[in-house]
């Protein structure tokens, strides 16, 4: 705690800066809202119980996007590493599916599956798939070739190699892609709802842009970064233990 | 133990080469080398002379492109269960005990039984590691980690022990513990060896025979005639400095020699 009193007081005295910059300078609160009028916005929200129903579902659309997009790049990634054939013929496409803009598609997606929330979900799982397979093949390539050979003169199969040596071995490396993976699912659900959402945090930001809210539309950041550093500290706790499993350091 | 003729080879190599690809450099170049049952023979040489590709064609973990290698009556045709390796590095897994590391060669195949546990218990124990059982990797030290490999190699009995090195990186005294380690435990149930050294001291205190190697062909062959067991104090004894010499002269000889024009 001690060693976060910096940063907490950093943080009061931006706040205060900011508020005192909005209350003497005379700017327009449709520019610059003050964050006092900020708190106000959010603790009506919340009060009100108007913003759980948005909240609930960007979270969900995060946590399936960043589900489905995690299992897929693992296994797209073990499916790489193990077999270079498959690699060779599949890796041009994997990289140009992942250099289209993926924000992009999303008119698209609202034509093969609606308005509501699927078209967010694919987009978040297309935009977490990436770290995931990426760091998996780089983490399974990068097993010690000593190693290998030690597996290989125990007689152990692709399999138990698979399992017993290179995922473990690569666990670390995978992780890291994870928490890349939630903040960018983060990115997803809302940017994804921008094109097509009717509730969740995103929209809720386009409904207020409409009405020159500005105020509400800083208030729904802090809620977007809040649930972003929520879920970010999740996977590190989840991260933590597994690695404290797998080495004890 | 040192008799002058020689036995029965229970691991014999007959004219065994190795090349990376067909129109590359021979790395092995047609060896023929025989060990009996129960001797511990060393390959000495600088890097890069082909002794550690010799000891992978032994392993089954290359295979030779002319020449063949035989364990007891068996041609070897991939990586040999009846031999342990023990690499340069420990290789150790790092998220597993010293006692899960030992009974890895086992459960790899099958869950590890009491039985299993007891046996790799015994043998960090006679490695001195007795109290250690349960630490990491990375809890353990350079020597300690070289002994859970040695342990590794040992647990299921091999007739064969194969070992690139594996004392390299430690520092000169944990060396020669070691090396007096490795001795009893092979004692103990008559392994036969193959050790793979740059180490000419090292060398002659193991083996019962020295092979010294220069690109890729074995090209001086010594009896070390030294009684068993081995202990320090014949380390500074004249046979022992006199051998010492012999080889020294003998890699530099070869050296020399290799320093032809390459093909």
Redesign the interface.
């Given at each position: 705690m001690i060693a976060r009193l910096p940063s907490l007081l950093l943080l009061v005295a931006l706040l205060a800066g900011w508020e005192a910059w909005c209350r003497l300078g005379g700017l327009s609160p449709l520019v610059l809202p003050a964050p006092s009028s900020v708190l106000a916005t959010l603790w009506g929200e919340i009060a009100t119980g108007r913003l759980w129903p948005h909240l609930t579902m960007t979270a969900t659309e995060m946590a399936l996007g960043l589900g489905i997009g995690a299992v897929v790049g693992l296994g797209t990634g073990v499916l790489l590493a193990e077999f270079p054939a498959v690699s060779r013929l599949l890796r041009p496409y994997v990289l140009a599916s992942q250099l289209v803009p993926k924000l992009a598609l999303g008119p698209l997606f609202i034509i093969w599956f609606g308005f509501g929330m699927t078209p967010t979900v694919v987009i978040t799982a297309l935009i977490c798939f990436f770290p995931l397979m990426e760091n998996t093949l780089t983490g399974i390539s990068e097993v010690?070739a000593?190693?290998r050979?030690?597996?290989?003169?125990?007689?152990?199969g692709r399999l138990?190699t698979l399992l017993?040596?290179k995922l473990?071995s690569a666990l670390p490396v995978i992780m890291a892609g994870l928490r890349v993976a939630v903040v960018l699912a983060l990115v997803g659900a809302v940017v994804g709802e921008f094109i097509g959402g009717r509730i969740g945090l995103g929209a809720s930001i386009i409904a207020a842009q409409s009405v020159m809210d500005s105020s509400l539309i800083f208030a729904l950041f802090i809620v977007i970064t809040a649930l972003g550093m929520l879920l970010y500290e999740a996977v590190r706790l989840i991260e933590r233990r597994i690695l404290h499993?797998?080495?004890?350091? | 133990m040192s008799t002058e003729q020689p036995k029965s080879g229970f691991v014999t190599i007959e004219r065994a080469s190795y090349r990376y690809d067909a129109a590359g450099p021979t790395v092995v170049d047609a060896i023929d080398w025989t060990i009996p049952r129960g001797e511990i023979h060393c390959l000495l040489g600088r890097s890069g002379c082909g002794k550690t590709t010799l000891l992978k064609l032994a392993?089954g973990?290359l295979m030779p492109s002319e020449g063949a290698i035989r364990i007891g009556d068996e041609a070897l045709a991939g990586?040999s269960?009846r031999?342990g390796?023990v690499?340069?590095?420990p290789?150790l897994?790092?998220?597993l005990s010293a006692l899960d590391n030992v009974l890895?060669?086992v459960s790899?195949?099958r869950r590890p039984t009491i039985a299993d546990k007891d046996a790799a218990l015994d043998l960090l124990e006679r490695v001195g590691l007795a109290d250690f059982a349960m630490r990491?990797p990375?809890?353990l030290s350079g020597g300690q980690q070289s002994r859970v490999a040695v342990a590794r190699a040992l647990i299921g009995n091999p007739d064969l022990l194969l070992l690139d090195e594996p004392f390299a990186a430690l520092d000169a005294l944990t060396r020669e513990e070691l090396q007096d380690d490795l001795l009893r435990l092979c004692a103990l149930n008559g392994t036969t060896a193959l050790f793979v050294t740059h180490d000419i001291g090292e060398a002659v205190y193991l083996a019962d025979t020295v092979a010294v190697m220069a690109a890729g062909r074995v090209t001086h062959v010594r009896r070390i005639e030294l009684a068993r067991p081995r202990h320090r104090d014949m380390r500074y004894a004249p046979g022992f400095i006199a051998a010492c010499r012999a080889l020294r002269d003998a890699m530099d000889g070869a050296a020399t020699a290799s320093r032809r024009p390459a093909a």
């Open positions: 010690d000593s190693r050979e030690l597996f290989r003169m125990l007689g152990a138990k017993r040596l473990p499993r797998f080495s004890k350091g | 392993a973990l990586p269960p031999a390796f690499f340069q590095a290789t897994l790092d998220w890895l060669p790899l195949k990491r990375a809890e």
